[in-house]
């Protein structure tokens, strides 16, 4: 099956940024839909932004100008590009795409989460 697997989450202070990278491998037969989620201690799991196969993002407002989403098709990978991070950014961050595998059906596959530490 489609594995994802997530890097470039780390402690940054405020202000600061991070990009964070999902690359899924496997026997893929379609990509859809990509993005992130992120849960914090105590919280709901909240849809952070994503991006559809033709490039259209979306996002939260509570990351709306300070987040980008984008796909590398090529790669199979999904990046958050994250600026102007906030101590409420803290959280685990799971990125997800909707794929295609070998048995012709649709599936949503999950990365493994990565921490984003947010200090001020």
């Known amino acids: 099956q489609v594995q994802l697997v997530e890097s470039g989450g780390g402690l940054v202070q405020a202000g600061g940024s991070l990009r964070l990278s999902c690359a899924a491998s496997g026997n893929i037969l379609s990509m859809g839909a990509m993005g992130w989620y992120r849960q914090a201690p105590g919280k709901q799991r909240e849809l952070v932004a994503g991006i559809g196969s033709g490039g259209s993002a979306n996002y939260a407002d509570s990351v709306k100008g300070r987040f980008t989403i984008s796909r590398d098709n090529a790669k199979n990978t999904v990046y958050l590009q994250m600026n102007s991070l906030k101590p409420e950014d803290t959280a685990v961050y799971y990125c997800?795409?909707?794929?295609?595998?070998?048995?012709?059906?649709?599936?949503?596959?999950w990365g493994q989460g990565t921490q984003v530490t947010v200090s001020s």
């Open positions: 997800y795409a909707d794929v295609v595998e070998g048995d012709y059906r649709l599936q949503k596959r």
